[in-house]
């Protein structure tokens, strides 16, 4: 059984590549070159009609996109414990909860500042989002920091998800200089420290930077 991840470097596709990668699953990367455009070609868009990565080609040919999705599918499907609460498991609230914060609440204040342009028809309102995606990122960031600060290390307490691996590749967004941003945030940084500690998501950082 193996799987097919349409990747990029330096996007939502790391967080998926970590739990395949955490979980021991069979995959292969195939790398869509967004900068070229091919993330908008006709056959990429056969397989991913939003034109973006990650997408995930499942075994018997389906196609899945949609990062969190991957990862939800993948730990239910795969019954990845150690990844994510099952469904009656007295964490699976709040692993849902910080799950969706991240994807729906954080997520969306990164997309409006790296893509400021799809925010207003004008182009001069650019700078003005950018800031108050700035702004709107350190108001959100504060309510995982002060959950992490009296429930961490991770989101789940002491124990480690998919969840942990999603906010670290979160964290990495953030613009401007990380070391204020961890500086105001040490709990986010112990739980992202963790997390980029461990050794199958060192690898995967590797290949992601290269």
């Not at 059984?1 to 998926?16: E, I, Q, R, V």
């Not at 056959?43 to 995930?56: F, T």
């Not at 498991?89 to 790296?114: E, G, I, M, P």
């Not at 990495?172 to 997390?195: H, Q």
Request: net charge negative.
């Amino acid at each position: 059984m193996t799987y097919t991840l349409y990747w990029n470097p330096g996007k939502a596709s790391f967080a998926p590549h970590a739990l395949l990668a955490e979980s021991s699953l069979d995959y292969t990367l195939v790398n869509v070159d967004i900068d070229s455009g091919e993330s908008h070609t006709a056959k990429y868009l056969a397989i991913n009609p939003a034109g973006y990565v990650p997408a995930l080609k499942l075994p018997d040919g389906s196609i899945m996109y949609e990062a969190a999705a991957i990862m939800l599918y993948l730990a239910d499907h795969h019954e990845l414990r150690e990844m994510a609460p099952a469904a009656g498991d007295s964490d699976r609230a709040l692993f849902l909860r910080s799950l969706f914060y991240l994807t729906n609440t954080v997520q969306d204040s990164c997309k409006a500042y790296y893509y400021a342009h799809r925010y207003s028809t004008d182009e001069a309102d650019a700078a003005r989002i950018k800031d108050r995606a700035v702004q709107n990122l350190d108001e959100r960031w504060k309510v995982v920091e002060d959950h992490l600060a009296a429930n961490g290390p991770y989101h789940l307490g002491e124990r480690y998800s998919l969840v942990d691996i999603y906010m670290t590749m979160l964290a990495d967004w953030y613009p401007g200089n990380s070391e204020e941003f961890f500086a105001r945030n040490p709990s986010v940084k112990r739980c992202s420290d963790l997390v980029t500690a461990r050794p199958v998501i060192i690898e995967v950082m590797k290949i992601d930077n290269d």
